[in-house]
């Protein structure tokens, strides 16, 4: 069992930048692939970002270039760093993480980006 506690949303304007965490409650150095996903509202969730185990991202193309995920084994959080912050942005953020076939979510954190 893992349980991921994300946080780190907030209301920014337009061109901002926010930096979201997800803690984990065990070594994440275990847990093969980690990442993060959205939901802006009435929409389907998306995916954003994926880091796996030995560091290597996949960033959906709508942030590529403003988006950094990393991960911090020492301290079990991996994060994501969000820069030119536009409207579209704006949605609740899920920490994700998969290990042994099996997917665990964070509760999630709204980012509203203001134009």
């Known amino acids: 069992q893992v349980q991921l506690v994300d946080s780190g949303g907030g209301l920014v304007q337009a061109g901002g930048s926010l930096r979201l965490s997800c803690a984990a409650s065990?070594?994440?150095?275990?847990?093969?692939?980690m990442g993060w996903y959205r939901q802006a509202p009435g929409k389907q969730r998306e995916l954003v970002v994926t880091?796996?185990?030995?560091?290597?991202?996949n960033y959906t193309d709508s942030v590529k270039g403003r988006f950094t995920i990393s991960r911090d084994n020492a301290k079990n959080t991996v994060y994501l760093q969000m820069k030119i912050l536009k409207p579209e942005d704006t949605a609740t953020y899920y920490c994700?993480?998969?290990?042994?076939?099996?997917?665990?979510w964070g509760k999630g954190t709204l980012v509203t980006v203001s134009p």
């Open positions: 880091i796996t185990s030995g560091g290597s991202t």
């Open positions: 994700w993480g998969r290990t042994y076939g099996r997917d665990y």
């Open positions: 065990r070594s994440i150095f275990s847990i093969n692939t």
